[in-house]
């Protein structure tokens, strides 16, 4: 059965209108984006299809585009689409950061070094300089390691800060392992960032730690 002779209320496309999209499986939010399926199959069972051998979603959307096109389903157009809507997902966030989001809700802060770092197979060391109204001025990935750490360098993030003339930052990494438990040595690494920074008057606001599932804030915890 095509999915235009499904009940209105079954249909993807209907129910996101309906409904909005958080109600939407992943495979429905795929099937929305595929538009058809492969032959003799709907976008449903395409989507699902897909999942089931690539997925689940996060893994099947940190490939690159070029191994996304080679995947059964998709090909360079979608992939390249896909590949744009990722990139579209990460300008809104950091479009929220240009307005002074960082602090009114440091959350998005958060949203964005996720955005940015979770899908790095290798521990990277990123920071946001941000003005004195705590805009975003630049973001630079810093530091990168193995999938076991980053050696981080203060003196060099003191540098950047100046640079770009920064009034604060706020600094994350990622845990490729997926853990989200700030280690001893992400608590040791926030305490020499802070005093170093506090000698060239830059205040750091947060350090978050990216892994499965929300990110974690260090500020939060009171460990800034």
Request: contains cysteine.
């Amino acid at each position: 059965m095509h999915i235009r002779d499904w009940p209105s209320h079954e249909r993807p496309r209907e129910k996101l209108l309906a409904r909005g999209a958080g109600v939407l499986s992943d495979a429905e939010l795929l099937a929305i984006f595929l538009g058809s399926g492969l032959r003799g199959r709907d976008a449903v069972a395409t989507a699902r299809e897909l999942l089931a051998a690539h997925g689940p979603l996060r893994a099947l959307l940190e490939r690159g585009p070029a191994e996304l096109a080679d995947l059964p389903g998709l090909g360079p157009a979608r992939a390249s689409r896909l590949a744009a809507a990722l990139e579209l997902c990460s300008r809104y966030l950091a479009a929220d950061l240009a307005r002074g989001e960082a602090m009114t809700d440091p959350a998005a802060a958060g949203r964005y070094f996720a955005q940015r770092l979770r899908a790095r197979p290798h521990e990277v060391f990123a920071a946001l300089f941000l003005d004195t109204r705590h805009r975003a001025l630049a973001f630079e990935e810093l530091f990168q390691g193995t999938v076991d750490g980053a050696e981080v360098h203060p003196r060099e993030v003191v540098r950047r800060a100046l640079a770009h003339n920064a009034a604060a930052l706020i600094v994350g990494h990622n845990h490729p392992s997926g853990c989200r438990d700030p280690s001893a040595a992400d608590r040791a690494v926030t305490a020499q960032l802070r005093q170093a920074l506090a000698l060239v008057d830059v205040r750091l606001l947060d350090h978050f730690v990216i892994g499965d599932g929300p990110p974690v804030s260090l500020a939060a915890r009171g460990w800034v």
